[in-house]
């Protein structure tokens, strides 16, 4: 299996980065920011809207895991004195156009594991530019959806 490399690897989040920006204002899913970037900035920041229903400790169905990493990109935002609204607003979609990114890499390994993988085989390559072709992992692929 081929792993990619360093420049191949920041083209893909350039491009689920601009993704990400080009789709910054277009809402898909409420729970995009009511179970994600709502939960981790009243973690970092104190303050923001009561949690939702599933997350009082009577019910406790949403677990902090998702939320954490998030939170902690806000907190290190807020330490810089970084956390302008909008650069608050595109932390979700910036650090989850990384884990976009993973995910066309993830999909040409595995498409390399499982049909072979030499040096001569393009399944791998196939498999990412189908990943890269997606428009649903264009439009939704960074967003914050647990």
Same mark, same amino acid.
């Given at each position: ?38 939960p ?33 990109v806000y ?8 956390? +302008?609204?909008?650069?608050?607003? &595109? %932390?979700?979609r !910036?650090?989850?156009?990384? $884990?976009? #990114?993973? *995910?066309?890499?993830? /999909?040409?390994a ?9 040096a001569?085989?393009? +399944?791998?390559?196939?498999?990412? &530019? %189908?990943?890269? !072709?997606?428009?649903?992992? $264009?439009? #939704?692929? *960074?967003?914050?959806? /647990?």
């Open positions: 299996m081929r792993s990619p490399t360093p420049a191949a690897c920041l083209a893909l989040y350039t491009l689920r980065a601009g993704c990400a920006w080009a789709c910054a204002s277009a809402a898909f899913a409420p729970d995009e920011y009511w179970q994600a970037a709502e981790a900035h009243r973690l970092a920041f104190g303050y923001g809207t009561e949690p939702t229903w599933e997350w009082r400790p009577d019910v406790a169905l949403r677990s902090h895991a998702f939320v954490l990493p998030l939170a902690a907190r290190a935002l807020s330490l810089l004195h970084l956390d +302008a609204p909008l650069v608050v607003r &595109l %932390a979700p !910036l650090l989850f156009a990384g $884990a976009a #990114a993973a *995910s066309d890499v993830a /999909a040409g595995l498409a390399d594991a499982h049909l072979g993988g030499g001569k085989c393009i +399944a791998g390559d196939l498999a990412t &530019l %189908a990943s890269l !072709l997606s428009w649903m992992q $264009a439009y #939704a692929g *960074s967003r914050s959806l /647990a």
